[in-house]
């Protein structure tokens, strides 16, 4: 299933099940309702340490209700989600991230301000608890192991810079940087490169991968570009309408009819060489920009022009 797939280049073999056999995340049944909507329902899937997973689906196929549901943002009206055996499902936002789930935020504006390096000091500080106080003495601390993790993802020469006048490319890799000061076992990223240009989306989902990879850090992704999907995921799950529809490498969901018809569209195939859809986009395609598609950057998947 996993592992050398033709036309992608691997970072290394993957990792198996971690401690004792076990999956790094398992998700069991989970379920999630809003009035009468069934945003999520009876989901199931597993995920290894060291593995790039994808949830995709059209927009408001319930990909942001899962996260939140793993991430403890939201309680599920059924189902469990097991981090290394250990249950999730009751435990607080505060507490799950202590358990080792992060996540990508945006830097908030109030850190804007800071440079670089006091941005990734301020999430280890936070990570050790000695967060609050007084920030002064504190700028001094931890900076060896910010310049590090600045260097992972090729931020160091910017170390000294304003977080405010970054391009926004280099901010989402400092971003990737503050959720990796959290040493996290599982790392949620929903939308990661929602607003980059392609090649930046492809350079951060690559250094993504290489950082998953060294560090054995599960990441559970969604993105609306089907280049980056293919290109970047080890596995993919496809969400509709709340439930999933369909689980493999990126070739076998590729090919999937279930996936192509409530996914794509019906009529919708793909390139081999680049994953990218290559006839006629999908007619109603729920992800296609021309469905009012607002959350989909411009290369999502039913773009036929992108192709
Ligand atoms: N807090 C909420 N209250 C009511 N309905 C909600 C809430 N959050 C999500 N929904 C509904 O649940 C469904 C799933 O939404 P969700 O945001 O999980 O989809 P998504 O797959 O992340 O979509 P997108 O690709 O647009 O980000 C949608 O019908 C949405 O309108
Ligand atoms: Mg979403």
């Keep these: 299933m996993r592992g050398v797939r033709a036309g992608h280049p691997h970072p290394g073999p993957l990792p198996q099940a971690g401690e004792g056999g076990q999956p790094l995340l398992a998700v069991r049944g989970l379920a999630k309702a809003f009035g009468g909507v069934h945003a999520v329902e009876d989901v199931s899937f597993t995920l290894a340490a060291g593995e790039m997973l994808a949830l995709i689906g059209p927009n408001g196929a319930g990909k942001t209700t899962c996260f939140n549901m793993v991430g403890g943002q939201l309680a599920p009206d059924a189902g469990s989600v097991r981090l290394g055996g250990v249950e999730l499902v009751g435990l607080k936002p505060e507490a799950i991230w202590r358990q080792g789930v992060g996540r990508t935020f945006q830097i908030a504006e109030t850190f804007a301000s800071l440079t670089v390096v ?15 106080g007084f920030w002064r003495p504190a700028r001094l601390q931890y900076r060896a192991e910010a310049v590090a993790l600045l260097e992972s993802v090729g931020m160091a020469a910017q170390a000294e810079r304003a977080t405010s006048v970054l391009a926004y490319g280099d901010v989402k890799r400092v971003e990737l940087a503050i959720a990796l000061a959290h040493r996290p076992r599982l790392l949620l990223m929903d939308e990661p490169t929602a607003g980059m240009a392609p090649r930046e989306r492809n350079e951060l989902m690559a250094l993504a991968r290489r950082l998953a990879r060294e560090q054995s850090i599960g990441v559970l992704f969604t993105e609306h570009s089907m280049d980056v999907v293919f290109a970047h995921a080890d596995r993919i799950i496809v969400l509709a309408r709340g439930e999933l529809i369909a689980e493999g490498t990126p070739a076998a969901v590729r090919d999937d009819p279930k996936v192509r018809e409530v996914y794509f569209g019906g009529g919708t195939t793909f390139d081999p060489a680049t994953g990218r859809p290559s006839a006629a986009g999908p007619p109603q395609g729920a992800s296609a920009p021309s469905g009012g598609s607002a959350a989909a950057p411009a290369a999502s998947v039913g773009a036929p022009g992108s192709a």
Excluded at 118 to 132: F, K
């Design 118 to 132: 006091e941005n990734v000091q301020m999430a280890l500080l936070s990570h050790g608890g000695r967060v609050g």
